[in-house]
């Protein structure tokens, strides 16, 4: 619990000095895509927010939204969300017991890759076809 | 328990996602007066809090992990994760007074 550990347990593996390994950039991306959804997610209540305020407000938030810095972030988002997805199936799987394997691991990876970038380019066509 | 409660909601979120993925990216631009419309309903805004609560606490228990790995000081790991909760709750609680504004204002009050 909170308290109880000393502060000489072992620490993580810093990131800058670790060598990069495919599958320990997976890893950690799937960490970085988690917290920075976390910020799209923080978006989506804002918009809630915003049309709760009332139209007025619900209106610029929209000109803020179309800001194209911030486009490029939901843009990224989408991604984020595809390769989190993929990536957290997998955890969820290996949870489960399977496919721990280092050959298994390793091919499991180049399908959340594929996958999340099929469904990224799939989405983005149909949210622009909606256009 | 954190371990078990974040592979529940892990699992849940894979059709919740999914599900609210489609509307969120499509309702992206629309005006006002349709999004009022849709959202006025109770049971569109009320899946909309539970997808977007879940994945809060989603969200809330992953930064927790984060936390316990990276912050080494026993002080700052406590600090950091009453920080965390609070902001969670707080996000949760103002995203629940919004719904409810959108569907009482929209269903029950006439302006």
């Not at chain 1, 800058?16 to 209540?45: D, N």
């Not at chain 1, 803020?64 to 939901?74: A, H, P, V």
């Not at chain 1, 984020?80 to 721990?100: C, P, Q, V």
Request: proline share 2%; charged share 10%.
């Amino acid at each position: 619990m909170i308290g109880e550990e000393n502060d000489n347990r072992p620490l993580s593996p810093h990131l800058t000095i670790y060598r990069p390994q495919f599958t320990s950039v997976m890893s950690i991306l799937h960490r970085i895509t988690g917290v920075c959804l976390g910020v799209s997610v923080l978006l989506i209540i804002c918009w809630f927010g915003a049309l709760a305020l009332g139209e007025v407000y619900f209106n610029t938030f929209n000109i803020l939204m179309n800001n194209g810095f911030i486009k490029l972030i939901l843009l990224l988002s989408l991604w984020a969300f595809w390769y989190h997805f993929f990536a957290g199936l997998r955890h969820l799987i290996w949870d489960l017991g399977y496919a721990l394997e280092f050959q298994h691991v390793k091919f499991s990876a180049v399908i959340v890759v594929f996958l999340s970038t099929i469904c990224f380019l799939g989405t983005v066509f149909v949210v622009v076809g909606i256009k | 328990m954190h371990w078990f409660v974040q592979r529940v909601i892990s699992a849940a979120m894979i059709p919740l996602s999914l599900v609210f993925l489609v509307p969120f990216s499509y309702h992206y631009n629309f005006e006002y007066e349709s999004l009022i419309d849709l959202y006025r309903s109770p049971i569109w805004s009320g899946s909309a809090f539970v997808v977007l609560s879940a994945t809060m606490i989603h969200f809330r228990l992953g930064i927790q992990e984060v936390i316990e790995d990276y912050v080494h000081s026993s002080k700052m790991k406590s600090i950091s994760l009453i920080v965390n909760d609070i902001i969670s709750g707080g996000v949760i609680l103002c995203l629940f007074i919004s719904v409810a504004k959108i569907v009482y204002e929209n269903n029950w009050v006439v302006a």
